[in-house]
């Protein structure tokens, strides 16, 4: 299937990159003018016209929480909670003794391309548990051509199956040992965060979790889920980009059009948690105080 794609992933080079500190060249050009073009795509979406950092931002307010911040984090695509547990230390370490944290793996195994493998440093971090992925994906183009490619193109279908295997593992978790105040997805890790939070409120449910922080997601592309976000979600969300990540244009454009006034943090790295200083350390100062907010915490 689709999923099984290294593209879908977007994982593998990126935390090659970040763990041995090289630069990578840059994406190709008409990847780039392939990631700009969507914008036409999603004109069928609500869109609004977003500064690229939104610092305006009126929190809602919550009612203070008596405990320590819980916090569920989830992975992006063949990947999984222990890698996902390297990839957010620096949100950990802003945040301190002040939160606790769960992780949870999704709930389809990673099926690699055939000749493929992880990176040695991401199975050093895997500490021997699978890669996992939270749907399958299917899409109509059967050309050789590189799967960001088709992702861009509006005119390539795109089919996402086992997503209630996903959402339901989210929603179990969240019953068995929530509460959970904030969620942070990575990348796929968001996406199905966005189909969560859609059905419930299809459903009439409150949306159990005070805020999304969302680092370099996208919109959901299969077609079949878009009446869900007919009218943007309604969901306090802090969403982080990197300027060189050759999914930015498309997922900064796609997203933000998914919610209502989230705010909106950039760097200048790619598909990545930020660790460049000193931007880093101001998104995650920045994420930290839209945390302690949504909490109801004095800083």
């Known amino acids: 299937p689709g999923s099984s794609q290294r593209g879908s ?3 593998f080079d990126v935390l090659e990159e970040q763990f041995e500190h090289r630069d990578e060249a840059r994406k190709a050009e008409k990847l780039k003018e392939a990631s700009r073009s969507v914008a036409q795509e999603v004109k069928s979406l609500p869109a609004k016209a977003v500064p690229e950092t939104t610092r305006g931002y009126d929190p809602p307010r919550f009612a203070p929480i008596q405990r320590k911040i819980r ?9 999984n909670a222990n890698i996902m547990k390297y990839q957010v230390m620096p949100l950990r370490r802003a945040l301190g003794d002040q939160a606790e944290w769960e992780f949870l793996n999704g709930g389809r195994s990673w099926k690699f391309n055939e000749g493929q493998k992880p990176p040695e440093i991401m199975q050093a971090l895997a500490a021997g548990m699978p890669f996992y992925g939270w749907y399958a994906v299917e899409h109509t183009d059967q050309s050789d051509r590189p799967y960001q490619e088709k992702l861009f193109d509006p005119s390539v279908e795109f089919t996402y199956s086992q997503v209630d295997v996903g959402i339901d593992r989210v929603l179990h978790q969240i019953k068995e040992n929530g509460p959970v105040d904030i969620l942070v997805g990575f990348s796929q890790g968001c996406i199905v965060s966005h189909l969560v939070a859609a059905i419930l409120r299809q459903r009439g449910e409150e949306i159990p979790w005070r805020l999304s922080v969302l680092f370099n997601g996208m919109r959901v592309r299969d077609r079949s889920f878009e009446r869900l976000f007919e009218t943007p979600l309604d ?15 498309y997922g900064k454009t796609s997203q933000i059009a998914l919610y209502k006034d989230p705010v909106v943090l950039e760097h200048e790295e790619g598909h990545k948690f930020p660790s460049a200083a000193p931007r880093a350390k101001e998104i995650y100062d920045e994420v930290v105080a839209r945390i302690y907010e949504s909490c109801g915490i004095a800083q």
């Open 235 to 249: 969901l306090p969300c802090v969403m982080v980009f990197g300027r060189q990540d050759e999914f930015y244009h």
């Open 9 to 11: 992933m977007f994982d």
């Open 71 to 79: 916090v569920l984090a989830l992975h992006g695509g063949g990947s």
